[in-house]
């Protein structure tokens, strides 16, 4: 087998409004760059570790709904290189941890053993599972979400032809075992169609489109430029990729050129066209149409057919639009996140990383319903949303893309991105206020401490910070989302240690800007 990532408390209080003393409103404030250190030892939140060094968490992170009842969201993390068992070396392994509140710390080993969650097991050796990471909606009608599993490197289809595994959700403690889920205990699998097509690698939900009032499933396939939208189901039969390229029980979306590198980034968004349908994000970083590897995302309507779709047919706004590069190795597309509505339309806006060598880090833009191609140039110039400069050269900004709820009062929700490589600090991650008009963002406003967000910087030694981030949701009662952010590569001396930290919103961030 083979195949590897190429990439991924201070006291809280109610809103409020701040002033002088004399009913004048104060003036926006900045906010200086934070170190994970420093959140932490003022009770920020916890810090989240591997169970054994080396097993590489915080590349893939997700949100499942409440399984345990407690009524908070928990927290996935995959350990794609972790051992599935003796004599399966990076096999991968998927904890579930329990959504808490507090700042204790949590050791993964923890987890395995039954408390504070449960951990999922790989199949077999050097399939990675945990690589691909999703939460999806009830399947089985018992009133619980369900787990997606991608093992990109699965040979059970064919030489690293990957699988996803659709795990049931529980509320005990007891690991489950993916080599029972491909046999129809506690789930089922679905194989990958061609040799080396890495289907799982990408992995998302949609909600349901083909009338049976169950959510999709969509599996990305980047080794063979592909994403396949499977219909969700409710019984433990396997579900073979090659039968869904063919129309039956879900539809294949196929590129606009070979090479693009398409099945990498997917994701799902709200109702653009009206057709109360939801859409399909997908990046395909190294489509050539505005220059060599510009890249460039794709907006597809949501349908109820088997028909496949050409994304080159998209291109031209037939079946939704294209978001094109820009500038030749722009990498547009190397991640895709929805985003709520910040221009006050009504529709969701789509964001899309680009870390490679252009003037942008990340893009905003506006949801649309028409069909009309969106050149990024345009994006930069204000027209149709807004740009995210590029960080410091070789930052790889935009590298991971997400979203999170309301942080700073200001209505809007908020951009998460990351910049791994920017070693000067230590691979941050960037909370980027949102806002309603064309004018940038700054990274560099952010890393100064005088605007635009917040920087948050690896803690010192750490060799690749800035992994996977999101928005979990509420854990601590304070009506607003905390944030998930993996450091998957550990420390520069001595044995890595990758880590994920939960980081509890401030008081202090309301009114910032």
């Known amino acids: 087998m083979t195949g590897s990532p190429e990439r991924h408390r201070h006291a809280h209080g109610h809103d409020h409004t701040h002033g ?69 070396a990076e096999g991968g392994a998927v904890y579930v941890v329990w959504g808490r509140d507090g700042t204790a710390p949590l050791g993964l080993g ?13 199949e077999a050796a050097g ?68 040799a080396r097509g890495l289907a799982g690698q990408g ?10 009032g169950l959510p999709e499933v969509v599996v990305g396939a ?62 395909a970083s190294r489509n050539d149409g505005g220059g060599s590897d510009a890249g460039a995302a794709y907006v597809v309507w949501g349908k109820a057919d088997g028909a496949a779709v050409r994304l080159a047919d998209v291109a031209q706004g037939i079946g939704g639009f294209k978001i094109q590069g820009s500038a030749a190795t722009a990498l547009v597309g190397a991640d895709v996140a929805p985003l ?9 806006e789509v964001l899309v990383g680009a870390p490679g060598d252009a003037p942008e880090a990340a893009v905003v833009v506006w949801g ?23 960080g410091p050269n070789g930052s790889l900004a935009g590298f991971s893309v997400g979203t999170a709820g309301d942080l700073n009062g200001d209505g809007l929700p908020e951009v998460l991105l990351s910049a791994p490589y920017d070693a000067a600090a230590n691979g941050p991650t960037y909370l980027v206020w949102g806002r309603p008009d064309g004018s940038p963002a700054e990274l560099a406003r952010i890393a100064a401490g005088t605007g635009d967000g917040i920087q948050f910087v690896g803690e010192p030694g750490q060799a690749f910070s800035g992994g996977a981030a999101i928005g979990i949701g509420d854990l601590d009662g304070d009506g607003r989302d905390e944030l998930l952010l993996g450091e998957p590569a550990g420390s520069t001396d001595g044995p890595a240690v990758s880590a994920v930290y939960v980081l509890h919103s401030q008081a202090d961030w309301i009114g910032a800007a």
């Open 340 to 348: 709520g509505d910040l221009n006050g339309d009504g529709l969701p």
């Open 127 to 194: 399939e990675q599972a945990g690589l691909g990471l999703a939460g999806i909606g009830d399947l089985n009608g018992d009133g619980r979400p369900e787990i997606l599993v991608g093992a990109g490197s699965n040979d059970r289809g064919g030489p690293d032809a990957g699988a996803v595994y659709v795990a049931w959700g529980k509320a005990d403690g007891a690991t489950l075992r993916l080599a029972d889920v491909a046999q129809g205990t506690g789930g089922y699998g679905i194989l990958g169609a061609n």
């Open 110 to 122: 923890e987890v395995a053993a039954g408390r504070g969650g449960f951990k999922i097991l790989g």
């Open 20 to 88: 002088h003393g004399h009913g004048e409103p104060e003036q926006p404030r900045a906010i200086a760059p934070l170190g994970l250190g420093e959140i932490l030892a003022g009770g920020g939140g916890f810090r989240i570790t591997e169970e054994i060094p080396g097993d590489r968490i915080g590349f893939s992170l997700a949100t499942s709904a409440d399984l345990n009842g407690d009524g908070r969201p928990e927290i996935l993390i995959g350990a794609f290189n972790a051992a599935a068992g003796p004599g399966a």
């Open 368 to 390: 649309k319903g028409d069909g009309a191609l969106v050149d990024v140039s345009a994006i930069l110039a204000g027209h149709g949303g807004y740009a995210i400069p590029e």
């Open 203 to 212: 992995l998302a939900a949609i909600g349901d489109l083909n009338g049976d």
């Open 222 to 283: 980047p080794g063979e430029n592909a994403v396949y939208v499977v219909w969700g189901k409710a019984d433990g039969a396997t579900v073979h990729l090659p039968d869904v390229a063919a129309g039956h029980g879900g539809f294949r979306i196929l590129p606009e050129a070979p090479g693009d590198d398409l099945g990498r980034a997917i994701a799902s968004i709200g109702d653009l066209n009206g057709d109360r349908l939801p859409e399909l994000l997908v990046g």
